[in-house]
Nanobody
Framework: QVQLVESGGGLVEPGGSLRLSCAVSGSTIDGYASAWFRQAPGKKREGVSC????????YYADSVKGRFITSRDNAKNTIYLQMNNLRPEDTAVYYCSLTTMLWCEDNSPISRSDFRYWGQGTQVTVSS
């Protein structure tokens, strides 16, 4: 059974940084595409980033390009989201997710329905 546990959320001032972690158990992350989504109150869950291990494909939402970086440590079976220059509109619950048979591409948005495994989410609040 694949399980994902996010951590690293919190309260940060505008312009600050946070690094989210997603520890995966039950399977190695090598064969999966991984993604980060976020959901603000009253809004739909939005795909933020995607990385496909098989071809190194990457996707970032326009709203986070140049500020967020996704990475993974296969030895630790962990996925990361480095978030820099945070803005109040980045406030949301952030979720990591995994799936197979998906190739991430620039300018190709991802959908919640594309992903099979989900973490429980971690709250990120950007406020002064």
């Amino acid at each position: 059974q694949v399980q994902l546990v996010e951590s690293g959320g919190g309260l940060v001032e505008p312009g600050g940084s946070l690094r989210l972690s997603c520890a995966v158990s039950g399977s190695t992350i090598d064969g999966y595409a991984s993604a980060w989504f976020r959901q603000a109150p009253g809004k739909k869950r939005e795909g933020v980033s995607c990385f496909s291990h098989s071809d190194g494909g990457l996707y970032y939402a326009d709203s986070v390009k140049g500020r967020f970086i996704t990475s993974r440590d296969n030895a630790k079976n962990t996925i990361y989201l480095q978030m820099n220059n945070l803005r109040p509109e980045d406030t949301a619950v952030y979720y990591c997710s995994l799936t197979t048979m998906l190739w991430c591409e620039d300018n190709s948005p991802i959908s919640r329905s594309d992903f099979r495994y989900w973490g429980q989410g971690t709250q990120v609040t950007v406020s002064s």
